[in-house]
């Protein structure tokens, strides 16, 4: 069964560095999102891509927040630096729109601690 | 901007009875998705429903069942015969369809569900 591939799985890091998160998306879906899920709390949206543009990244902290998705299939998202409030989980997902049915297909996520 | 709201931090039941979550939600729109997603601890989120607002019957899925109230913009879930495997994160979530840029899931709160043998 196609999924949904994001690593690292967990990473620790301390304040000011720099981190990096990779996904790959089910084979064929055009649109990749990226949540950020606090503990305890629902995901919210990060930035949604439709191949390799970007839709909506309206609320990424785009001072140290980047996102890339170069040829529209992977992506990889960055934060530099890193601060103590971006622990969190990092959440991947695709789904087939603009075909389908809206459901989107989620990665296992990339935990991150910042020290 | 779409809001969805989930009032139930925590819900613990035992093993085969019968729970509903809550969900609430606020929109101007009149077509749009709704979701119910299960996290699992340490585990991927996955879908358990989905139900279409133009549509009037309510969807279900073996145990799971929406009762979904377009006037009120409430849709809640039911998980019947709760099994251990059902423990979980559940998600509301909001879709509005077709536009691009449009097609994101916003999420509520979460309710923690634990089913005790």
């Known amino acids: 069964e196609a999924e949904v591939a994001q690593s690292p799985r967990y990473k620790i890091t301390e304040k000011s560095q720099a981190v990096a998160f990779w996904c790959d998306p089910i084979?064929?879906?055009?649109?990749l999102y990226w949540y950020r899920q606090i503990l305890g709390q629902g995901p919210e949206l990060l930035v949604q891509?439709?191949?390799?543009?970007?839709v909506d990244d309206s609320q990424l902290p785009k001072d140290r927040f980047s996102a890339e998705r170069l040829k529209g299939v992977d992506s990889t998202l960055k934060i530099q630096p890193a601060e103590l409030g971006d622990s969190a989980m990092y959440l991947c997902?695709?789904?087939?729109?603009?075909w389908g049915t809206g459901e989107l297909f989620f990665g296992e996520g990339s935990r991150l601690t910042v020290l | 901007a779409q809001t969805v709201t989930q009032s139930q931090p925590e819900m613990s039941v035992q093993e085969a009875e019968t729970v509903t979550l809550s969900c609430t939600y606020d929109t101007s729109e009149s077509n749009y998705y709704l979701f119910w997603y299960k996290q699992p601890p340490s585990r991927q989120m996955i879908l358990v429903i989905r139900q279409e607002a133009y549509k009037q019957q309510n969807a279900t899925e073996n145990r799971f069942s929406v009762n979904f109230q377009k006037a009120a913009k409430s849709f809640s879930l039911k998980i019947s015969d709760s099994q251990l495997g059902d423990t979980a994160m559940y998600f509301c979530a909001f879709m509005k369809p077709g536009v691009q840029g449009a097609q994101k899931l916003v999420f509520g709160q979460g309710t923690r569900l634990t089913i005790n043998p």
């Open positions: 084979s064929g879906h055009a649109t």
């Open positions: 997902a695709s789904s087939s729109f603009p």
């Open positions: 891509f439709q191949d390799e543009s970007v």
